[in-house]
Nanobody
Framework: QVQLVESGGGLVEPGGSLRLSCVPS????????IGWYRQAPGQEREGVSC????????YYADFVKDRFTISRDKARNTVYLEMKSLQPDDTAVYYC???????????????????????WGEGVLVTVSS
């Protein structure tokens, strides 16, 4: 079974930075898309950033572009989300998710959508407050 273990959540002051980590396991396909999604209280879950392990393409939601950076360390089997200039509106539970490679390379362009993700982590809480 596929598992995604997230870490790095916590409390940070406005303007601060935080790094989230995701360690996947059990994915059988050679290539897949993986990324980060968030859900604030009373809101719908939305895509934040994702990448394709085949092409290396990275995708960002407009509301985090130029503030957040997604990356992958293949040797450590870890996907990171570097977040800077955090604001109270960024407060949410952040989830790591993957499509498990079920949609091929073309599917990577859709990785910001929550509907195509097949496995989800438990989520980590990020709170931005002074």
């Amino acid at each position: 079974q596929v598992q995604l273990v997230e870490s790095g959540g916590g409390l940070v002051e406005p303007g601060g930075s935080l790094r989230l980590s995701c360690v996947p396991s059990g994915i059988t396909k050679n290539y897949y898309s993986i990324g980060w999604y968030r859900q604030a209280p009373g809101q719908e879950r939305e895509g934040v950033s994702c990448l394709s392990t085949e092409s290396g393409s990275r995708y960002y939601a407009d509301f985090v572009k130029d503030r957040f950076t997604i990356s992958r360390d293949k040797a450590r089997n870890t996907v990171y989300l570097e977040m800077k200039s955090l604001q109270p509106d960024d407060t949410a539970v952040y989830y790591c998710a993957t499509d498990e490679g079920e949609f091929g390379e073309l599917g990577s362009g859709l990785c910001l959508g929550t509907a195509f993700q097949r496995s989800w982590g438990e989520g980590v809480l990020v709170t931005v407050s002074s």
